[in-house]
């Protein structure tokens, strides 16, 4: 069935340095990859998002690529903070379905050390 | 801003208690969602709604019933509490025009004993 990959299941970077966190997905009528940030004892909130009409996409120190080819995304967040520490997870859509049904990717556990 | 309220944040119940999750959206977005949290597995979707009414079964729908009688509530039953359903559970709205963005609300930890 479909289902989105996500690793590393954990990272740790120094404060400033870069992190990167890679996504594949199965269903090629995937259109929608959003990413998530989720804090300590709160509901995940979307940090960026991308469509399958564009390769990428930056914001302030957040970029998220994709590569339909090879059906993978990522996502790079550079001069890493002690604030980005978080569970992040990746997502896809099922098909190009517009009811929003996404498929969550297993999440990965950012540290970032000061 | 839209608020996704659900309003137990935790929760311990007895195995075989009927457990009801509550949600409000104060946005009248016309999806809805239950999604399961667990460590190393994700979320996965239990229910969904499109409309009041309406639902449709997600990925894991054994074992959990919803209800949506009006556009702002979407509210999670299960039947008869298993401790293998002790879980975060975080409700989600979408708004029903183009633009697939989901709000999720603060999650609710289900413990059964």
């Known amino acids: 069935g479909e289902n989105v990959e996500q690793h590393p299941s954990t990272l740790s970077v120094q404060e400033g340095d870069s992190a990167v966190i890679k996504c594949t997905y199965s269903?090629?009528?995937?259109?929608?990859f959003p990413w998530y940030k989720q804090e300590l004892g709160k509901g995940p909130q979307l940090i960026i998002d991308?469509?399958?009409?564009?390769g990428e996409k930056k914001d302030q120190r957040i970029a998220v690529t994709l590569n339909k080819t090879a059906k993978h995304f990522s996502l790079h967040i550079t001069e890493t903070q002690p604030e980005d520490s978080a569970v992040y997870f990746c997502?896809?859509?099922?098909?190009?379905?517009?009811?929003?049904?996404?498929?969550f990717g297993q999440g990965t556990t950012l540290q970032v050390k000061p | 801003d839209v608020k996704v309220t659900q309003s137990s944040r935790y929760l311990v119940k007895r195995t075989g208690e009927k457990v009801f999750l509550e949600c409000v959206q104060d946005?009248?977005?016309?999806?809805m969602f239950w999604y399961r949290q667990d460590p190393g597995l994700g979320l996965r979707l239990i229910y969904f709604?499109?409309?009041?009414?309406?639902?449709e079964k997600g990925d894991i729908p054994e074992g959990y019933g919803v209800s949506r009688e009006k556009k702002e509530r979407f509210s999670l039953i299960l039947e008869s509490a298993s401790t293998n359903q002790t879980s975060m559970y975080l409700c989600?709205?979408?708004?029903?025009?183009?633009?697939?963005?989901?709000?999720f609300g603060e999650g609710s930890w289900l413990t059964v004993v």
């Open positions: 989600a709205t979408r708004p029903g025009q183009p633009g697939n963005t989901i709000y």
């Open positions: 269903d090629s009528a995937s259109n929608y």
């Open positions: 709604s499109y409309d009041v009414k309406m639902k």
């Open positions: 991308i469509r399958s009409n564009v």
């Open positions: 946005m009248d977005h016309e999806n």
């Open positions: 997502a896809a859509t099922r098909g190009s379905s517009n009811t929003g049904k996404l498929i």
